[in-house]
């Protein structure tokens, strides 16, 4: 038995869909990662609908995710929470940016920046104009970063890390459509949510550093990272609402398969998880988080997936 410090914080872990389609293939590893992580950890598991592109959202597709996660077995802790009803804490957190004098308001067209930069790094051309005026309703806010290496420890992929004025340069943390951007949302989130693990897909991993530096200027902690790789088709496309996969089944089997993605299941030699070990899903789940080990989680970017 470990035994747990007390002064150890809890661990608190989080799945947040975009409600912009149905839950699929996708989806449903990130969720099924996100939670046997948590709960094989005695650990809270936390729903929030990433709805801050509200441009973006499709009507009742939260509660078709929710549904489906629900048939698929999963239950979590506390409220479910929406992106859209805590604009409050986005932009304090943006003024408190501000403060610092790291940001910036860039008025860069889309056009403008193709020009300069092909590789879609921003090339500075509004860092030194002292546009201060946030609220024209024209220009995006942009954060300068350091020169600087920014690497954590990913609990799957291990050591990532960017230097992000080479990387990504400024970015944006608020767009020119009003609407806060993903990297400063997320992090926000997590903040307030007291999340301590974020477990999600591998096309955020190079978000990550991005989003380690907000955290530092916001005084934020930095949570524990896990990037599980990208369910891909035989064409090697991303199964993603983008490329329309279809919407998952919530059965056993479909379970078992996102789990043996995942590399869960008896040790190498032996023959892989099957549907026919499980009476159910419950005996499925079961299974899944007292065996639950991130170390059998294949370190790849992304796995081929017949579904
Ligand atoms: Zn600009």
């Not at 530096?213 to 930095?222: A, E, G, R, S, V």
């Not at 043996?260 to 299974?287: A, I, M, S, T, V």
């Amino acid at each position: 038995m470990t035994k747990t410090n007390p002064e150890q914080k809890k661990y608190r872990g989080r799945f947040a869909p975009s409600p912009s389609g149905e839950l699929h293939f996708g989806s449903l590893l990130a969720a099924m990662a996100s939670y046997a992580d948590a709960r094989h950890h005695n650990g809270c598991w936390l729903l929030r609908i990433d709805d801050i592109d509200q441009a973006r959202v499709v009507k009742y597709s939260d509660q078709h995710i929710l549904n489906a996660l629900e048939q698929c077995g999963f239950s979590w802790d506390e409220n479910i929470s929406y992106q859209s009803q805590c604009i409050n804490q986005y932009h304090a957190a943006l003024q408190k940016i501000n403060q610092t004098e790291l940001s910036y308001s860039c008025t860069c067209s889309r056009k403008q920046l193709k020009t300069f930069s092909s590789h879609g790094i921003y090339p500075g051309l509004c860092r030194d104009k002292g546009i201060s005026d946030i609220d024209d309703n024209k220009s995006a806010i942009r954060v300068k970063v350091p020169s600087e290496n920014i690497s954590f420890i990913d609990q799957i992929q291990q050591k990532y890390g960017q230097n992000l004025t080479h990387d990504t340069g400024d970015f944006i943390i608020y767009r020119r459509d009003n609407v806060f951007s993903y990297q400063l949302s997320v992090v926000v989130d997590d903040f307030y949510s007291g999340i301590t693990h974020v477990v999600r897909g591998y096309d955020l991993l190079d978000s990550t550093p991005k989003q380690i530096f907000l955290q530092k200027i916001l005084d934020y902690p930095q949570p524990h990272y896990a990037h599980i790789p990208l369910a891909v088709t035989e064409e090697n496309i991303k199964l993603s609402k983008l490329s329309h996969a279809r919407k998952v089944n919530c059965d056993l089997k479909t379970l078992v398969l996102a789990a043996r993605f995942l590399g869960q299941g008896p040790g190498q030699g032996q023959r892989g998880l099957d549907h026919k070990d499980f009476d159910n899903k419950d005996d499925f789940w079961q299974y899944l988080i007292t065996h639950w080990d991130i170390n059998r989680v294949p370190k790849m970017e992304k796995q081929v997936i017949m579904y």
